[in-house]
């Protein structure tokens, strides 16, 4: 089974918050692009749970080959903890990935899913914390005409189908598909796993095989954008909160319980 | 009915309409008024009862149903061939969607049958000849993004909905249902369920009284406060997502941008430090209540009542208090 899974460096999204919490969040002269430089750069959280589903699925004893692809200038640093982990080939797609819409961005996995002789199981985040937008697996399914399943948290191979569980609004359910299909994972999949210590020394002198569009006969017509940043803000939130203060614990939370129901939040 | 602004909805929940249906139409309306088009509201599957009804005091033109006994239970395959077939008929200017989980594969799938632009977690839309400035929420919330998208096709854009207060306009006279007929006779779905999820009880997406708990508990056998409390108070339990993450309580109690997206009367968030994505799923209650030892955490940005105080001390005493 060959499986490719499709990952992202985004802006540490715990950082993105203390800043944004410590009211410091700030938009640079471009109108666009975060001022914050200190804001690490990691792997989007869900992909690294892509990532663990296609190793679960390989520590069944299922005969599969993991190749994880990432698009940008440089997602070395990425791809070697990707390689770390257990994947079998790591590919970088180098090119300025912030000038990709959604679009564009399946565009460039698809093109190398079939430079690399296809896949069977193409493994995706749920969405990229970033940008929360999510459209990239289905674009990839459409256009590649496979079903997908999204937020899974348990994906089991047999023979050419997959169950999966899904997290749907009413609970758990669970589906069945044949491959070739996209899935996409949410966190319910549970904790990735860490490298361990050995693997990380080996990783280090793993070389992502590189390519880019122009190897991979995309044309830059093909990568136009349908939708453009324009511009980035941080929405101002109102604080206007009445604390009720003084007192032990039990006077707090009898005033709370009055206040609460004198505001009718409460009968 | 070309060049419509149109609102894409199925289902039926709380109020006999499909859920975010109000807001989705607020927003559209008004966009349809600045661009002088039509707004046009179509339905998949059977109707909800409230639609015709809504359908006249939100100004809508035309109201469209594509019913067929495949689109019961709308499975993804199905509807966005439905709605392929639909916009090739109809070119729409635009269609907009409620944001739920199903629309997460439908909306992006269909872009990529018309091609067109896609845009997830929609707070505003504004329309300038062939040009769309469309906003939508990024980093949780954190920050928002405002896209531009120019040129021919239907964008595609799934609303936020619990960031847009529904106008709720009073008058107007039902609106007769014109089916649109689209040929689905080849179409099958891949997805095969074969477990269904068991909905059980009530939902915490209707609840009128929402109670969190966060990782400030410190330990699962401390979330029995959070039920208690939700209990007294005749409310739901609910959580930030470390919980979920640690196993203390379902996924389907996960508040938040990725967990459920909730509207309640009142929400008491209890050791929760405010992040954006959990903000996400909270920030539209009508008030919340804010309990964290923390007077410099996030959510008192968001609180209209705050405590400033240890969890485990406080939840006993609101428990009695909610009780007497
Ligand atoms: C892409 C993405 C999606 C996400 N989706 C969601 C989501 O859907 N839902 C969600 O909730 N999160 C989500 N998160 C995680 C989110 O960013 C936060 O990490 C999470 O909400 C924090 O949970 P918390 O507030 O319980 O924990 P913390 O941030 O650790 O806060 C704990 C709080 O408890 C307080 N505290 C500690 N001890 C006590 C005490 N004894 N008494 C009172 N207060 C105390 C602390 O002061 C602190 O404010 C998502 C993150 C990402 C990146």
Known sequence: ?267 | MSNAIVVCTWGEERGGLPGGAEEVLSLAGSLARSVGSDLVWLTLGAQAAGVAETAGRYGVAALHQIDDAKLADIPADVAVEALAQYCEQQSPRIVLFNQMAATRTIAPRLAARLDSAVVMGVTEVAADGDTFDITASAYGGDTRVVYRVAGAGTPVAAVWATAITAECPEAGASLAVESVAVDLSSVSERVDIVEPAKAEGPKLEDAEIIVSGGRGLGAVENYKLIRDLAEALDGMAGASRPLVDEGWVDSNHQVGLTGKITKPNLYVAVGISGASQHMAGCGAANAIAAINKDSEAAIFQYARFGIVGDALELLPELIRAARS
Do not use: W
């Open chain 1, 1 to 267: 089974m060959r499986i490719v899974i499709c990952v992202k460096e985004v802006l540490d999204p715990d950082a993105v918050n203390n800043y944004a919490i410590a009211g410091r969040l700030e938009i640079g002269d471009d109108g666009m692009s975060l001022t914050q430089t200190a804001i690490p750069r990691l792997m989007n959280g869900f992909d690294e749970q892509a990532l663990e589903a296609a190793l679960r699925i390989k520590d069944t004893g299922v005969d599969c080959s993991l190749t994880v692809v990432s698009i940008g200038e440089d997602p070395s640093k990425i791809l070697k903890h990707c390689a770390a982990l257990g994947a079998d080939s790591v590919v970088a797609i180098k090119t300025d990935a912030g000038a990709l819409d959604g679009h564009g961005v399946a565009t460039l996995l698809l093109a190398q899913i079939e430079a690399g002789g296809g896949a069977d199981l193409i493994l995706c985040g749920r969405q990229a914390s970033d940008d929360d937008q999510g459209v990239v697996p289905a674009l990839i399914a459409e256009r590649l005409g496979m079903p997908l399943v999204t937020f899974a948290r348990a994906v089991e191979a047999s023979g050419s189908s997959l169950k999966v569980t899904r997290v749907v609004p009413d609970g758990d359910e669970v589906v069945e598909v044949v491959c070739p299909a996209v899935v996409t994972v949410s966190n319910e999949l549970g904790e990735p796993r860490y490298p361990t210590a050995a693997a990380k020394i080996k990783a280090r002198k793993v070389k992502p095989q590189v390519t880019s569009p122009a190897d991979l006969g995309v044309a830059d017509g093909d990568l136009a954008p349908r939708i453009q940043m324009i511009r980035q803000f941080v929405p101002t939130v109102q604080g206007n909160c009445e604390f009720i203060d003084g007192g032990s614990p039990a006077e707090q939370a009898d005033k709370l319980i009055a206040r609460l129901r004198e505001e009718s939040l409460l009968s």
